[in-house]
């Protein structure tokens, strides 16, 4: 009998095996984890920014069917504000500060910080599909700009 109780003492714990083996599986997993979340959170940044210039998207459109897709009279803030498009020529707040707003012949120019990476995302409008639809084309531009964290191609 003293030899069953001294084993149930003796297997009391984990072996410094099993302890190696769950570190390295946390490891494995943080590995993987920790570069997923960030291209996760980055992206979403991106979408936001993106999400905040969405009224001067539809004002860009309203100032070219009041034109006839003459880019030329709707390609800057105040262009848009005395088309009517628009109400204020002011710059429009971009979400979470993620990034700075310009905008030339009409071309919306997204330029990101620190947390989204330094990428450049310009939103380009393309009128000549159609002369009555207006196609933006989204585009990433930067060495560590990716589909993966931008969510758009370079």
Known sequence: MNIRRARKQMQKGFTLIEL????AIIGILAAVAIPQY???TTKSRWAAAVASVAG???AVS?????N???IAKCGSLDDLKDDGALKTAD????ANAAATFAMAAGVI???????TGNCVVTLNPDAATSANSLTWT?????????KANTGFEN
């Open 38 to 40: 960030r291209d996760y």
């Open 109 to 115: 120019t997204l330029t990101g910080d620190d947390k």
């Open 68 to 70: 006839a897709g003459a």
């Open 62 to 66: 309203m100032c070219l069917q009041n």
């Open 138 to 146: 989204i585009k990433s531009s930067g060495t560590d700009c990716t």
């Open 20 to 23: 190696m083996i769950v570190v």
């Open 91 to 94: 710059a429009p707040t971009i």
């Open 56 to 58: 001067i998207q539809q």
